[in-house]
């Protein structure tokens, strides 16, 4: 198989052999200084806000995703340190956000929180500008230095030793549709991919931690030793990355219109090597669709690497769900499972413990079991859609202060979904809206939070405790015990363009 190695230290020069390509990983400038932007203002407040929660486990961040009305990332705290959801956001509440010089399209962060890039757009109206971003872990986005062009060339790297090396030119892309990161902090490397990648491949860049960032160099979609069964079969514009390893180590999908490709991603000395292993000509995104931005209808197993999700297939099932299994040495299938007509999938994560997943549709939210088996099925509602008995709708107030049922849904996520050892998702999190619904600030889309619980696929019913009632002291005044709400909203959110899935939950 092609193998494309990654190295984790800068002293090692850049340059192609045959088959093994060697970039930095370790985030380490020696004359490089976090520099925050000028013109980036962290957590500005514009209009009525609403932060109950300033420091929390539980935080969304939607990007602007092209926005007129705000360039940056929206934040929303919506579960405390006491793991109960935030209170006290009222209906009309804006919220809090990061603005950055250029608008956001994509967010990436590390598998512990640590590195942090955004894609921001270019002057040609493409995005290509990867900014560091540093704060992550608190919450607290700081966009740091300049960002990283890959639309542009690198400075000259310093040549390789030896007669045979050859400098490497780093692929052009004037529009990223997605990134993900490897790893964290030191050793974190970022990698995105664009449609228009020229040569095509995707483009790995370091020094995440100490920014700005830096080119590395690429990896191919053919190496010298493998050869797609289907031929090119381009363009290719999601990448997804496993937050855990198999016993070989992180996998990497790269998902183009009309096909999937798999890597197996080990160390290897001081490096990062990719193996580049399967590909399936039948996941793809779908040439006729909408094309995809952010997570590409990949779901990647928080509990076991071997196994991911993808919804649609190239030939353009926008319904169909379909289960990995034998990553990355193979692509292994199960039978596709395939929603009610006209629920088209927006987005989709799986619980902590690999047995369910949410599913974000046009009319509502499916829940999934069977992750962790061979054959995927549909759970029972907990709170029938209007629009379609098998599909969930949360009710919400919207910013005008009415009571709705959130039917379209651009984005789910689960709260517990990527931090690490964390045994329970607590909340079930969800952008979308209801139809009908326009706000005085043009930001119709809102996010909810409500309790979910991975082993039933459903949201739990809290059962009251007894509790003794203390005697009052003569005279002595008691303070009221302030109740969580049931569901956490956060009117005012951007909605992202078609086929954008870009909501970030940690």
């Known amino acids: 198989m092609a193998r494309h190695t990654l190295t984790r230290s800068r002293t090692f020069g850049i340059g192609l052999a045959i088959a093994a390509l060697t970039f930095a990983a370790c985030g380490h400038h020696s004359n490089s200084t976090p520099t925050a932007v000028p013109t980036a203002t962290p957590i500005s407040t514009a209009g009525p806000t609403s932060a109950p929660c300033v420091i929390s486990l ?45 608008s956001v399209d994509v967010l990436a962060i590390g598998n512990q929180t640590i590195d942090a890039v955004a894609i921001e757009r270019n002057g040609a109206g493409g995005y290509s500008l990867v900014q560091d971003v540093f704060g992550a872990t608190a919450g607290i986005l700081v966009p740091a230095g300049t960002p990283y062009d890959v639309n542009a060339e690198p400075p000259t790297p310093v040549p390789t030793t030896g007669a045979t090396a050859t400098p490497l030119l780093a692929p052009l892309i004037p529009d990223v549709t997605s990134a993900s990161l490897i790893d964290d902090g030191a050793t974190g490397v970022a990698m995105v991919v664009g449609p228009a990648a020229n040569p095509p491949a995707l483009v790995a860049l370091t ?53 999937l490709l798999v890597y197996g991603i080990t160390l290897v ?16 995104t779908g040439a006729s669709l909408v094309p995809l931005r952010g997570k590409g209808n990949i779901a990647l197993d928080p509990a076991d690497a071997s196994r991911a999700l993808i919804a649609g297939t190239t030939a353009g099932g926008s319904t169909t769900i379909t289960l990995l299994t034998g990553l990355p040495a193979t692509i292994g299938k199960s039978n596709p499972l395939t929603l009610p007509a006209g629920a088209t999938i927006r987005s989709m994560d799986i619980a902590s413990n690999g047995e369910r997943a949410v599913v974000g549709t046009d009319v509502g939210i499916f829940i999934i079991t069977g992750v962790n088996s061979s054959t995927l099925a549909l759970l029972p509602p907990f709170r029938a859609s209007p629009l379609n008995a098998e599909a969930n709708a949360i009710p919400y107030t919207d910013c005008n202060g009415g009571a709705q049922v959130m039917t379209t849904i651009y984005s789910v996520g689960l709260s517990a979904g990527s931090i690490p050892n964390l045994p329970l998702d607590n909340y079930l999190v969800a952008l979308g809206t209801a139809p009908g619904v326009s706000c005085p600030s043009g930001n119709n889309a809102s996010l909810v939070a409500i309790a979910f619980s991975p082993t039933t696929g459903s949201t739990p019913v809290p059962t009251a405790s007894p509790v003794p009632t203390a005697t009052p002291t003569p005279g002595a005044t008691t303070a009221p015990t302030p109740t969580a709400p049931a569901i956490f909203v956060q009117n005012n959110m951007i909605a992202p363009p078609a086929g954008s899935d870009l909501l970030i939950v940690r």
Do not use: K, W
């Open 207 to 259: 020094s995440l931690s100490n920014a700005p960032p830096s080119f590395g160099l690429s990896v191919p979609y053919t190496g010298a030793t493998y050869t797609h069964p289907t031929g090119p079969d381009l363009p290719r514009e999601i990448v997804r990355i496993s937050t855990i390893s198999t016993t070989s180590g992180p996998i990497a999908l790269v998902r183009g219109q009309t096909d």
């Open 269 to 284: 000395g001081s490096g990062y090597q990719f193996n580049e292993t399967a590909e399936d000509a039948t996941l793809g």
């Open 58 to 102: 539980g935080i969304a961040y939607e990007p602007d995703g092209g926005s007129a009305t705000f360039h940056g990332i929206q934040v929303s705290h919506f579960e405390g340190n006491d793991q109960t959801l935030c209170g006290g956001v009222g209906p009309t509440a804006t919220p809090m956000g990061v603005t950055f010089s250029n």
